[in-house]
């Protein structure tokens, strides 16, 4: 589990030092800057799928750096995992992209010693293809840092056509795989399969079942197809689906799975849902949480009030940058007498609505 984060210069984060538990809740107010910690996980994800040049030409360095290259020169990052942690910092090229400076993997025993291992100068990083154990463990890491937003529901949005029946290996981002990846966990995990049907048939009582097979005239392709309770003869398919109820099928299949990611990370979850859907999306958090560390930004009262004020970090803008203060449940217990944590949140209490 990463247990704490460093990152110097990177948007709106100048300076930023922050431990992270098992569930963490992101909020504030729109454009404070809590998004741009989520996509510093993106970056993570670029640098070590060795697509860093790319990402960074796309997203302009001058986007990337804190206030552009006129009041930062590089970007830090520092993760611990306890026993191991990975560290770079990146520096603008003069062809436009970021490179690595330097980029360290690092064994960190308190109590015996601590070394690092380091490369310096690259365009790309050098972990992915590593073999030694140490790089080994960040791998698993790192290459689950993976934003999941399925917030695109429209009618011609990824989440609602067809898919390749062999893209099962894992969910992604996006959830455009959703009918293959379910039918993976039907095949092959049919009792995660089953508490994934129930789960939303407990939010939404007209689901019936699921009924996915690839098509009869291409045996490469499957959607989602699934039955009414009041129309078992008739099949209904993910076109047929409102926006939070298929958002919700794409949640509880990334939060149920068999095999957790080590890490999941969610921009605003909650988009479209009914204050019950919530609840149980809180319960599917929690649960996940024993596995899988969580990562979310949200805007939601009613989400943040599922848990308890030490999972929540509010995001102010103070001197031009932004800033991230986990809340405590001991140093507001006289106010979580009368008031829930979602509603000190609204009153401005504990900051993140200015």
């Given at each position: 589990m990463l247990q704490n984060i460093k990152i110097e210069g990177f948007k709106s984060i100048k300076k930023l030092d922050l431990k992270l538990t098992p569930i963490n809740l992101l909020i504030g107010?729109?454009?404070?800057?809590?998004?741009?910690?989520?996509?510093?996980f993106k970056l993570i994800n670029n640098i070590y799928e060795q697509r860093l040049q790319q990402y960074s030409l796309k997203s302009g360095v001058d986007n990337l750096l804190h206030y552009g290259r006129k009041e930062t020169n590089e970007i830090k990052g520092y993760l611990n995992f306890g026993n191991n942690a990975y560290q770079f910092n990146l520096l603008p090229s003069d062809e436009g992209s970021l490179f690595i400076g330097r980029e360290d993997s690092l064994l960190n025993y308190q109590t015996q010693y601590s070394k690092t291992f380091y490369e310096e100068n690259m365009k790309e990083s050098l972990i992915k293809g590593s073999n030694t154990t140490r790089d080994k463990y960040l791998r698993d890491h790192l290459e689950s840092y993976?934003?999941?937003?399925?917030?695109?529901?429209?009618?011609?949005?990824?989440l609602r056509s067809f898919a390749n029946l062999n893209?099962?290996?894992?969910?992604?981002?996006?959830?455009?795989?959703?009918?293959a990846f379910l039918y993976y966990l039907q095949e092959k995990h049919p009792k995660h399969f089953k508490i994934i049907e129930m789960i939303i048939q407990s939010v939404f009582p007209f689901f019936d079942r699921f009924d996915l097979a690839p098509f009869f005239l291409d045996e490469n392709k499957i959607e989602l197809e699934w039955y009414e309770k009041e129309h078992?003869?008739?099949?209904?398919?993910?076109?047929h689906l409102s926006d939070g109820t298929l958002r919700f099928i794409a949640l509880a299949t990334l939060l149920l799975q068999p095999v957790i990611p080590k890490t999941i990370i969610l921009d605003e979850p909650e988009l479209?849902?009914?204050?019950?859907?919530?609840?149980?999306?809180a319960g599917m958090i929690k649960k996940a949480s024993v596995q899988s560390q969580i990562i979310i930004a949200t805007q939601s009262v009613n989400l943040v009030n599922e848990?308890?004020?030490?999972?929540?970090i509010v995001a102010n803008r103070e001197d031009n940058q932004t800033v991230f203060k986990r809340q405590s449940e001991e140093s507001l217990k006289t106010w979580l007498e009368d008031y829930s944590i979602g509603e000190l949140w609204e009153k401005n209490v504990i900051g993140g609505r200015l």
């Open positions: 107010s729109n454009g404070v800057g809590k998004s741009n910690f989520i996509s510093f993976k934003i999941y937003h399925f917030h695109d529901t429209s009618t011609s949005a990824p893209d099962n290996r894992i969910l992604r981002e996006e959830g455009e795989n959703l009918p078992p003869e008739h099949p209904f398919y993910a076109r479209g849902l009914h204050p019950f859907a919530i609840s149980k999306l848990f308890s004020a030490d999972d929540i």
